[in-house]
């Protein structure tokens, strides 16, 4: 009688360390998707896909830029969400047919990420679908980045490359922040 009740026990303490176990993994994962947030993602779904990038890498420009604070304007005068600039939001709604554009507009979410969409497409297809080099003209302009690989006669960005601290930092924060988004949301995780 004695070994069954020990053995009852170790069963039902066995049970118990699952079970906390357990809850203890889907807290983790809340708390990692808590820091790592999907958020407007009917718009960020649709316009990435439209524009052929990873709806993941949008979300990780969105979280670095603005942490998700649409009425987010920088020092440097850009907006919203994913600080678009005012010059490169009014380039983009010509190119991609969004009529009555005005710089305001780049508050809205829904206009705001359909020009970062095509911004980040754009920078992609002009690098060679290079997430690195892309993101630096995202963050220092294009016209920098093609400086930077014209003097070093290279078709992608290295991080010796870049004379902008700001720029290497943010590089790293895209694909820090891109590879948890992948990790957190990916099916089978």
């Keep these: 009688m004695l070994v069954n009740k020990k053995r009852f026990a170790a069963v039902i303490s066995f049970m118990l360390i699952c079970v906390i176990l357990l809850v203890g993994l889907l807290n983790v994962k809340k708390m990692r998707q808590g820091a790592y947030p999907i958020k407007y993602s ?8 439209e524009m052929g990038i990873d709806k993941y890498l949008v979300y990780a420009v969105i979280k670095a830029e603005s942490n998700f604070d649409e009425k987010a304007v920088s020092d440097k005068g850009a907006v919203g969400l994913m600080q678009i600039m005012p010059e490169t939001g ?5 190119k991609i047919g969004i009529n009555n554009y005005s710089d305001e507009k780049l508050l809205e979410p829904k206009i705001n990420i359909r020009i970062g969409c095509y911004y980040i497409a754009f920078l992609m297809n002009r690098y060679g679908n290079d997430i ?7 963050n220092a302009g294009y016209g920098n980045v093609d400086n930077w690989l014209a003097r070093e006669q290279k078709d992608f960005i290295d ?14 924060k895209i694909i820090n922040g ?5 990790e957190i949301y ?3 995780n």
């Design 186 to 188: 990916e099916e089978g």
């Design 159 to 172: 991080a010796d490359d870049i004379p902008f601290g700001e720029t290497k930092k943010y590089i790293v």
């Design 90 to 94: 009014k380039e983009a709604a010509n």
């Design 178 to 182: 891109y590879e948890k988004y992948k």
């Design 42 to 49: 009917g718009y960020v779904e649709k316009y990435a896909a």
């Design 132 to 138: 690195r080099t892309a993101m630096a003209a995202y």
